[in-house]
């Protein structure tokens, strides 16, 4: 189980946010590893009607902001977006590189030789600590990855992991075969060397390691541990929500009602359509698959929150590590494409209904307002309340939050 818990600053880091900073508390940042393809999704383009021409796989639908479409799969979420912003020009220098670009969309910088830099999800826990008592800042569901860690910020704001939606944080629990006083006994032998050895060093990491494992434990009990009982839920939202992605989606909702601050829900674990959004080759004919659950998901999140009166304190990103070109492989699939892709930002306070940025006639360049992945980021903290120009301190080193990223402006007010 994972902890809970570059370049050199620019100019940005002097800069003082322009406008008041956003209201959301929360945060549920939707994962679509492998790359997204955007024209095949929130950016259509003239549909190819054979695969030797560049252009997009899927018809296009009409949408609840005048005059934009999405891709036909995208149905139940189309008609929501007017709660959502289309950030259509997002685009980094990542080239054909899952790893990198995953690290660049996580912690908002290329990768440095001198310093680790936290993802997005450590710095929100960093900045705003858990919203209730007893549960963690920042949860993952999905496989542990250090793109999502915490960097110089140290294990107390990194992460719990979660591969499934029922069973909650199983490495935390007792095994059947070790009684209680047992692990009483172990407990207390634990701390008797724990204790010794703080009293002749004075390491940090092992500290800090101490102190996140004992906060684990604290969190096997019945208050946390019911929050993944689904079957509190009716049966007719659990069915809303649909698939493997819908139920974490699902368990995102609870898991920010009992205070959890920032939620990664990781899309497609188990390779549903074969290749997951990594769509070379034969990828491309069950894309559909993954979009279809997508938009169950999205849907049954956006109006579930809305009904609790949660959407406006609770940010929904969808995020992915590049787009995909408008032309097809040999095999019929898509290769990575970093110049051009879509994310979507819903909820939070944001004033929502906008698309912002445009790429060209096929989704290959952005040709006006483009938005670096720093900027998304500011964006996203900027909305949580964050100042986006602060610095963080590796040791005695500041660091900017963001890689001088500036929030988009028009979205707060």
Request: overall charge negative.
């Amino acid at each position: 189980m994972g902890s809970w818990l570059a370049t050199a600053p620019s100019i940005a880091a002097e800069k003082k946010p322009e406008k008041p900073l956003g209201k959301a508390e929360n945060c549920i940042f939707l994962w679509l590893g492998g790359g997204a393809c955007h024209i095949d999704t929130f950016d259509p383009k003239r549909k190819s009607t054979d695969r030797k021409i560049a252009g997009s796989y899927y018809d296009p639908i009409p949408t609840a902001i005048a005059g934009e479409q999405v891709c036909e799969h995208l149905q139940r979420t189309a008609p929501l977006l007017d709660r959502a912003v289309l950030v259509r020009s997002l685009n980094h220098d990542v080239i054909d590189e899952h790893a990198a670009a995953t690290n660049r969309l996580h912690t908002g910088r290329p990768t440095s030789g001198t310093i680790v830099y936290p993802s997005i999800g450590s710095a929100v826990a960093f900045e705003k600590g858990a919203a209730g008592d007893g549960v963690p800042a920042y949860v993952v569901m999905g496989y542990p990855n250090v793109t999502r860690g915490p960097g110089f910020l140290g294990a107390r704001y990194s992460y719990m992991y979660l591969t499934d939606t029922t069973s909650g944080p199983t490495g935390l629990k007792r095994p059947d075969d070790i009684s209680v006083s047992r692990q009483s006994r172990r407990d207390e032998l634990l701390a008797r060397l724990r204790e010794g050895y703080a009293e002749r060093t004075a390491d940090r990491a092992v500290k800090a390691y101490t102190e996140i494992s004992e906060q684990a434990f604290r969190l096997t009990g019945p208050r946390f541990m019911s929050v993944f009982d689904l079957d509190r839920e009716p049966a007719s939202l659990r069915e809303s929500y649909g698939t493997e992605f819908g139920q974490r989606c699902l368990l995102s909702r609870r898991l920010i009602e009992r205070g959890v601050r920032f939620i990664e829900v990781a899309s497609n674990l188990n390779f549903v359509n074969g290749t997951g959004w990594d769509t070379h080759n034969a990828g491309q004919l069950n894309q559909h698959v993954l979009i279809d659950e997508l938009d169950q998901a999205l849907s049954t999140l956006i109006t579930d929150l809305e009904e609790k009166k949660l959407l406006d304190k609770t940010l929904i990103v969808v995020a992915t590590e590049f787009g995909r070109p408008p032309e097809f492989d040999g095999g019929g699939g898509r290769g990575h494409h970093a110049k051009a892709f879509s994310g979507v930002l819903a909820g939070g306070g944001l004033r929502g209904g906008r698309v912002v940025g445009v790429t060209d006639e096929v989704g290959r360049e952005v040709v006006e307002r483009p938005v670096s992945i720093p900027d998304f980021h500011a964006t996203i903290y900027a909305a949580l309340g964050i100042d986006p120009h602060k610095e963080l301190y590796a040791g005695e080193r500041p660091v900017p939050i963001t890689d001088g990223g500036n929030a988009i402006a028009e979205l707060f007010g």
